[in-house]
Structure formats: C-alpha cells, structure tokens
Nanobody
Framework: VQLQASGGGLVQAGGSLRLSCAAS????????MGWFRQAPGKGREFVAI????????YYSDSVKGRFTISRDDAMNTVYLQMNNLKPEDTAAYYC?????????????????WGQGTQVTVSS
C-alpha cells in the first residue's frame, strides 16, 4: 500500500488549499482514510476522517466548518479542502489508512501512512 500526499504550500490567512492523498496497492472499500497534522515541536493530531464506502465523515473541533474531507473512487484519491486557513493550521499534513469503519482518531490505530505535505499559513 502506498499513500502519496500532495498539495501543500504557503498561503495567507483566510486563504484556501486542497490537499490530495493518492492511494494505491489495494482496494480501500473496507477502509477509513484519515488526515493528521503535526506542527513543529508538537505531537501528530487528528484532523478529519472519511469512511471510504459510506463517505461518512468526522472532524476535529479545530477544523470543523472550515475543512472538508472527500474521496474520489475513480481516482482512488482522498482530498482535504481547507478554507479560511489560520496561522495555527501551519503544520505538516499526513494522510493515513486504517481497515475498519470506526472514527479512529489515534495515530496508533492506522496501518499505513503517507509522507507529509507542508502547509504554512502566514498572518
């Protein structure tokens, strides 16, 4: 299994970015896909999760209403649309995959990880 994250960059506060996570190596119909982030000097924290089969989603309180997670079956890709970005959103963002249906929010639960993509929000 390979997860390839992309789409990070530098944006001003209030701006938007869309992250992509291209998944390969198996079918993901029995998986949930999560986005996490890690700011310098901090632990990796849960951002959002989507059930690949049902498209059910769940968000951390810090991003709810600003970020949207979605997936594209044909492209085998999960997206994280980030709007109204704030300086505190600055972090390396990681996608991850976990076989199951629960709203897994712990990094320890995930089976596969992509490399990080850096998001920097300037004030």
């Amino acid at each position: 299994v390979q997860l390839q994250a992309s789409g990070g960059g530098l944006v001003q506060a209030g701006g938007s970015l869309r992250l992509s996570c291209a998944a390969s190596g198996r079918t993901f119909s029995n998986y949930v896909m999560g986005w996490f982030r890690q700011a310098p000097g901090k632990g990796r924290e849960f951002v959002a999760i989507i059930n690949w089969s049902t498209s059910s989603t769940y968000y951390s309180d810090s991003v709810k209403g600003r970020f949207t997670i979605s997936r594209d079956d044909a492209m085998n890709t999960v997206y994280l649309q980030m709007n109204n970005l704030k300086p505190e959103d600055t972090a390396a963002y990681y996608c991850a995959a976990k076989r199951g249906t629960y709203r897994y929010q712990s990094t320890a639960a995930y089976d596969y990880w992509g490399q990080g993509t850096q998001v920097t929000v300037s004030s």
